[in-house]
C-alpha cells in the first residue's frame, strides 16, 4: 500500500507474497500499547532512521496517532550505530516519556546494543518484535 507493492490488504493482487511486520497499521496499536504501560504518558520520541524510506510514513502514522490519543510524538535520528545513544540521549534531554522505534534493519541488527541503551535511559519502548530488544533488562 504505502510502498506501492500492493493494492489493498484486502486484495493485494499480482504475484508478490511474504509477511511483514512493519505495517504502518500497527503504529497506533504501538502507542497505545505505550499509553497503558506509562499512564502519565504524554510525550513519544520516535527513533528513526532518515535514511530508510519508509521513515517519513512512520513518522506521519505515529503523529496521526498520537493526535488521536492527545499524545505529542517528535522524531529523533539515528542514521548510524554510533548517532542511536546520541539520540535517544536527546530524547532524556526533551523529557521524552516512552520511544517507539520504526521497524528497520540497522536498529533491529544492533539490538542488543540497543536494548541496553534503552535500559541504561530509563526508557520504555514498542518495538515491532519481541526479539528486537533481547538486550533490555
Known sequence: MGSKLVD??????????????????VTRKRIELLRAAVPSLSRVGLLINPNVPSSRRY?????????????????????????????????????????SINPEGMFFQNRDSLGRSLSAHRLPACVFSRETLVGAH
Open 8 to 25: 489493498s490488504l484486502a486484495r493485494p493482487a499480482g504475484n508478490l507474497t511474504g509477511l511483514s511486520n512493519f505495517a504502518l497499521e
Open 59 to 99: 513518522i506521519d502514522s505515529s503523529e496521526d496517532a498520537a493526535t488521536q490519543l492527545g499524545l505529542a510524538v517528535r522524531p529523533f535520528e539515528a542514521r548510524s550505530l554510533d548517532e542511536i545513544d546520541r539520540a535517544l540521549a536527546a530524547m532524556v534531554a526533551a523529557r521524552v516519556q516512552a520511544v
